[in-house]
């Protein structure tokens, strides 16, 4: 059981650039986010999506945009790469946007340099 | 709104010795409160989690977490300290009654690097 997996797990790019960030569950889940981690931030929110085809805003969605087109899929593109997007993003999923006392399940991150 | 607060930045205890991780919560609710670890380069691991009934919650690794109602806290402990259990920490809530405006309505706190020295 693979959960979820992010790729790549690192990545550098050059301002202006534009990449997307895999993000892929096969726990057949309804809700899917992507954080970024930041020194002495935690986690803030970035999107999120309660079912394919829904899509909505975090915490900080601002150069960022994603779609969910299947059950497993979940990929964050960032438009045009800022050194402010320097960060470490995780993909999450958990069972149900309903059950809110389910737990969610995190990928294993990837750390974006933007120079 | 909600709110994590995790106190403390650092917490450094001996190879050994019981350990307390700090957490207190702001919800207009009731609260779904969770504890997650992160090893290095690595994704964060669900450790337990408060939804009702007994304020004592046990999860992984040996840990366990007192909710407190009237002091709004859930702090994470552990009775003996092992140099693996060095990681960082992160409290999270959820409010029962949120609508999902805020996503799945998971708000995080700071985190806080626990130091097991042997």
């Known amino acids: 059981n693979a959960g979820v997996t992010q790729t790549p797990k690192f990545q550098v790019l050059k301002t202006g650039q534009s990449m997307t960030l895999q993000c892929a569950q096969d726990m057949n889940h309804e809700y899917m986010s992507w954080y970024r981690q930041d020194p002495g931030m935690g986690l803030r929110l970035i999107h999120y999506s309660v079912g394919a085809g829904i899509t909505d805003q975090g915490e900080v969605p601002n150069g960022y945009n994603v779609s969910r087109s299947t059950t497993e899929d979940f990929p964050l593109r960032l438009l045009s790469a800022a050194p402010s997007q320097t960060s470490v993003y995780f ?25 | 709104a909600q709110s ?76 003996s300290a092992l140099v693996s259990d060095s990681a960082l920490y992160f409290c999270a809530v959820r409010d029962m009654g949120h609508s999902g405006g805020g996503a799945d309505g998971l708000t995080f706190g700071k985190g806080t690097h626990l130091i097991i020295q042997p």
Not at chain 1, 110 to 115: A, F, N
Not at chain 2, 5 to 14: G, I, L, Y
Not at chain 2, 44 to 54: A, C, E, N, R, V
Request: with cysteine.
């Open chain 2, 4 to 79: 994590v607060a995790q106190p403390e930045d650092q917490v450094n205890v001996a190879e050994g010795n019981p350990l307390t991780v700090k957490c207190t919560y702001s919800v207009s609710g009731n609260p779904y409160l969770f504890w997650y670890v992160q090893y290095p380069n690595r994704g964060l691991q669900f450790l337990l989690k408060y939804i009702t009934g007994d304020n004592l919650v046990k999860g992984s690794y040996g840990f366990e977490a007192e909710f407190n109602k009237s002091q709004t806290s859930f702090h994470l402990k552990k009775p």
């Open chain 1, 91 to 115: 993909c999450a999923s958990s069972y149900s946007a309903r059950q809110m006392n389910t737990e969610a399940f995190f990928g294993q991150g990837t750390r974006l340099t933007v120079v």
